[in-house]
């Protein structure tokens, strides 16, 4: 796993919650990140604020260059709806805890997958659920993307419910996650 912050005391708290867990190497910016990130690693923790390239640019190139892995965003920056379009696998809100984080990264990466539509599903209601905590519901009731984004959600689980014998057990873990600031 690769762990990306231009704070190095940061990447290095997050490195040693997932120690016994997870292998890590950490990046302490963008630019190293995209020297380093590849096939190799299973999951990118990334911040999403770094001067030297932003984690939203840093994240775009990742997924535009071929990176399938896991890329869960962790930052302070609050989210806005322009996060529905970003290719990210999870968003977390700092400060993360050792419990939230290796709970987030237990979802993505430990169970397999037998359907790519869950982690389509995984994806969109992590979106959602952070967009629900953090802004106006006035203000997502506007958004077209969000309500196209909400749809789809729906119909992803009206599926997969038929679909997978677990799936509520599945969510039920997946929502336990705390993507927001309290």
């Known amino acids: 796993m690769l ?3 231009d704070e190095p005391a940061v990447a290095d708290t997050q490195a040693a919650r997932l120690a016994g867990h997870y292998e ?7 630019e190293a990140a995209l020297d380093r990130a590849g096939p190799s690693f299973d999951a990118v923790l990334l911040d ?8 939203d640019d840093v994240l775009d190139r990742l997924r535009k260059r071929g990176y399938e892995g896991v890329v869960v965003m962790i930052t302070a920056v609050d989210p806005e709806l322009n996060i529905l379009e970003m ?3 999870d968003y977390l809100c700092k400060p993360v805890d050792r419990e ?16 790519d539509r869950l982690d389509e599903y995984f994806q969109i209601t992590a979106k959602l659920a952070v967009l629900e ?17 909400r749809d789809r959600a729906d119909e ?19 929502e336990s996650i705390r993507r927001e600031n309290d």
């Open 3 to 5: 762990i990306v912050d």
């Open 100 to 115: 939230t984080l290796l709970a987030t990264l237990d979802q993505h990466l430990s169970q397999p997958r037998e359907d």
């Open 48 to 55: 999403r604020r770094m001067p030297d390239v932003h984690g």
């Open 133 to 149: 905590a953090e802004k106006p519901s006035r203000q997502l009731e506007d958004s077209s993307e969000y309500q196209a984004l």
């Open 156 to 174: 992803l689980q009206a599926g997969l419910r038929d679909a997978i014998d677990d799936f509520e057990r599945i969510v039920d873990a997946h």
């Open 24 to 30: 890590t190497e950490t990046v302490y910016g963008g």
């Open 87 to 89: 290719g990210f696998d």
